[in-house]
């Protein structure tokens, strides 16, 4: 066993004014507080870890001018500067090709874990496409597995915001994974904002989108998608679950930014009385908050109807802005519609003190 200490590394001490930064730099993003914080540790501590440069040599008509570029260490760098160091410790490195200075660029910071998942995928992906670089030449490099490589390369395929998000911390990368995994755009751009805003786990996440998936999988695969968008609300699915078992009818909820619709199904007149006495006997959730300024309800227009009559055999002829039903006997089944379009839950006893005015004939309001 060879039991030889490693060789250590001359460290010298730089003018920082002669260090210029790398443009193969693969940090871009650096946060202004901790860059600070640093400035006040290296004030009182000195620079502990030695940056990492090459010295590049020009000649001029005065002589040599000796210059050095970072490879390595430009936090370190900005907080000297900020701590007002005039000199800093530093290792020099003999490379001279632009690609060895990429690659000792990204290993340096790969290495110290100072790059966020975005800047490694771009410098992989700088890797990859300008030096041709396959993603297990990267690999064997950096001292990961292809795989690892290939998953941190894929977050480039997510939108600028959400890798912006990333960058910022505001996003971690095992959900920026699971939004990978869903193909529609739309519903991907609906997650990433519920995520910022509820401030979604992994675990919480993973549970929306497989719930999305169910559904998907329930689908007819010839079906349009874009017409049956709603479907993929998570919330819209919540909302119509919560009714068809607070009322025990089918509920199909749709909607359309901060508006939306309720469709309400029953199947006698005695039916629709039950569900109105459900309906004005609900108490808004506490957990529910209006919106600020409720829309208002209006009585559509109304149409010309036969009078109700309570014999078994006299029909009352229900109509929808979408479809005519025809004749719904109170003991033969027949399904009828109530559209209920509404803007917010509240509306709902509203919607109940219409429909008693009206000689228990259900109408269609309209916002």
Same mark, same amino acid.
Do not use: W
């Given at each position: 066993?060879d039991?030889?200490?490693?060789?250590?590394e001359?460290v010298f001490l730089?003018?920082?004014?002669?260090?210029?930064?790398?443009?193969?730099?693969?940090?871009?993003?650096?946060?202004?507080?901790?860059?600070?914080?640093?400035?006040g540790?290296i004030?009182?501590?000195?620079?502990?870890?030695?940056?990492?440069?090459?010295?590049?040599?020009?000649?001029?008509?005065?002589?040599?001018?000796?210059?050095?570029?970072?490879?390595?260490?430009?936090r370190?760098?900005?907080?000297?500067?900020?701590?007002?160091?005039?000199?800093?410790?530093?290792?020099?490195?003999?490379?001279?090709?632009?690609?060895?200075?990429l690659?000792?660029?990204i290993?340096?910071?790969?290495?110290?874990?100072d790059l966020?998942?975005?800047?490694?995928?771009?410098?992989?992906?700088?890797l990859?496409?300008?030096f041709?670089?396959?993603?297990?030449?990267?690999?064997?490099?950096?001292?990961?597995s292809?795989?690892v490589?290939?998953?941190?390369m894929?977050?480039l395929?997510?939108p600028?915001?959400v890798?912006d998000a990333?960058?910022?911390?505001?996003?971690?990368e095992?959900?920026?994974?699971?939004?990978l995994s869903?193909?529609?755009i739309?519903?991907?751009?609906?997650l990433f904002e519920?995520?910022?805003?509820?401030s979604?786990?992994v675990r919480e996440?993973?549970?929306?989108?497989?719930?999305i998936?169910?559904?998907?999988r329930?689908?007819?695969p010839?079906?349009?998608?874009?017409?049956?968008?709603?479907?993929?609300?998570?919330?819209?699915?919540?909302?119509k679950?919560?009714?068809?078992?607070?009322?025990?009818?089918?509920?199909?909820?749709?909607?359309?930014? %901060?508006?939306g619709?309720i469709?309400? *199904?029953? @199947? $006698?007149?005695? #039916?629709?009385?039950?569900?109105?006495?459900? =309906?004005?006997?609900?108490?808004?959730?506490p957990?529910?908050?209006?919106?600020?300024?409720?829309?208002q309800?209006?009585e559509?227009?109304?149409?010309?109807?036969?009078e109700y009559?309570?014999?078994p055999?006299?029909?009352v002829?229900?109509?929808?802005?979408?479809?005519?039903?025809?004749?719904?006997?109170?003991?033969?089944?027949?399904?009828?519609?109530?559209?209920l379009?509404?803007?917010?839950? %509240?509306d709902?006893?509203?919607l109940? *003190?219409? @429909? $008693?005015?009206? #000689?228990?004939q259900?109408?269609?309001?309209? =916002?």
């Amino acid at each position: 066993m060879d039991n030889n200490p490693p060789i250590q590394e001359p460290v010298f001490l730089i003018e920082v004014g002669k260090i210029t930064v790398n443009p193969f730099q693969p940090r871009k993003y650096f946060d202004e507080q901790k860059l600070k914080e640093l400035a006040g540790s290296i004030r009182e501590y000195g620079v502990l870890q030695p940056l990492v440069v090459t010295k590049l040599e020009e000649e001029t008509d005065s002589g040599t001018t000796v210059k050095y570029e970072l490879i390595a260490g430009e936090r370190r760098l900005r907080a000297s500067k900020l701590a007002g160091l005039e000199r800093v410790p530093a290792v020099i490195k003999n490379v001279g090709l632009d690609r060895e200075r990429l690659e000792m660029a990204i290993v340096e910071n790969v290495q110290r874990a100072d790059l966020n998942p975005i800047e490694s995928a771009r410098a992989y992906s700088r890797l990859q496409d300008e030096f041709n670089l396959t993603q297990r030449e990267i690999a064997s490099r950096i001292g990961k597995s292809r795989e690892v490589i290939a998953n941190t390369m894929r977050l480039l395929n997510l939108p600028t915001k959400v890798q912006d998000a990333i960058s910022m911390g505001h996003l971690g990368e095992s959900q920026a994974r699971l939004l990978l995994s869903v193909d529609d755009i739309h519903q991907q751009d609906l997650l990433f904002e519920e995520v910022l805003s509820n401030s979604l786990s992994v675990r919480e996440l993973k549970g929306k989108i497989d719930y999305i998936k169910s559904i998907e999988r329930k689908m007819n695969p010839g079906t349009d998608q874009k017409k049956l968008g709603p479907l993929f609300d998570p919330e819209a699915e919540s909302i119509k679950q919560r009714l068809e078992e607070t009322l025990g009818t089918p509920v199909k909820v749709e909607r359309k930014g %901060d508006h939306g619709k309720i469709t309400i *199904e029953y @199947f $006698s007149v005695v #039916d629709l009385q039950n569900l109105l006495q459900k =309906i004005a006997s609900q108490q808004p959730s506490p957990d529910y908050a209006p919106a600020s300024e409720p829309a208002q309800v209006e009585e559509a227009p109304e149409k010309p109807q036969e009078e109700y009559q309570s014999e078994p055999d006299q029909s009352v002829e229900e109509n929808t802005a979408n479809e005519h039903y025809g004749p719904a006997h109170a003991d033969d089944g027949a399904r009828a519609p109530i559209n209920l379009p509404v803007a917010n839950l %509240d509306d709902m006893e509203e919607l109940k *003190e219409e @429909f $008693s005015t009206q #000689d228990e004939q259900p109408q269609e309001f309209t =916002i």
